[in-house]
């Protein structure tokens, strides 16, 4: 069997071919590896853009060693007394949803590593489960805006607060 290079000449003819014919002229390697380069880097687009736009997961969040039942406990107790308070007028609806955000805090604090006393609103969306997230968006306004009606939403705060405590471990 006779190789490529001994069927045609060392000046490209082929043997038996007039002078005017040719072989077949093959096609330059770097046209190969271009489009597999192109072809690589729409992979590689495609797998961005879905890496930078995926949703974030929520990270699980555990907590340190603590007897749950007496924390549960205890903060339910200070989320009644709270409220006893502001219906007798000793606290205002505005400072019951400050004491109100601080125990759900502490209880966050209490039961999981998130520092929870600590963290704004952004790093409560970031960080945080959505139930907690829910709480605390609806004792933000009437915790640190003096001007808004801190009453009607103190009761369905109290009882967002007193589910997230009830529930979450």
């Given amino acids: 069997m006779r190789g490529a ?5 060392l000046d490209g003819e082929v043997p038996g071919m007039p002078e005017e014919f040719t072989g077949p002229v093959a096609y330059d390697d770097r046209w190969l590896w271009i489009a597999v ?18 949703p974030r997961r929520v990270r699980i969040v555990a907590g340190p060693p603590v007897d ?15 409220v006893a308070r502001v219906q007798d007028g000793r606290t205002s609806a505005r400072g019951g949803h400050q004491q109100l ?8 604090a209490t039961v999981t590593t998130l520092p929870a006393r ?10 945080a489960p959505q ?23 103190f009761e369905d705060a109290v009882q967002r607060a007193r589910r997230l405590v009830g529930s979450w471990t």
């Fill in 37 to 54: 380069a192109l072809l690589v880097l729409v992979v590689l687009y495609y797998l961005a853009s879905w890496w930078f736009t995926r």
């Fill in 118 to 127: 600590t963290m704004a609103l952004a790093d409560f969306r970031d960080r």
């Fill in 68 to 82: 749950v039942p007496d924390a549960r406990a205890e903060h339910l107790a200070r989320i009644d007394e709270l």
């Fill in 101 to 108: 955000s601080e125990i759900v805090r502490s209880w966050v």
């Fill in 5 to 9: 290079a001994d069927a045609e000449g």
């Fill in 131 to 153: 139930e907690l997230v829910e709480a605390i968006e609806l004792m933000y306004p009437p915790e640190f805006a003096p001007d808004v009606d801190a009453a009607p939403t």
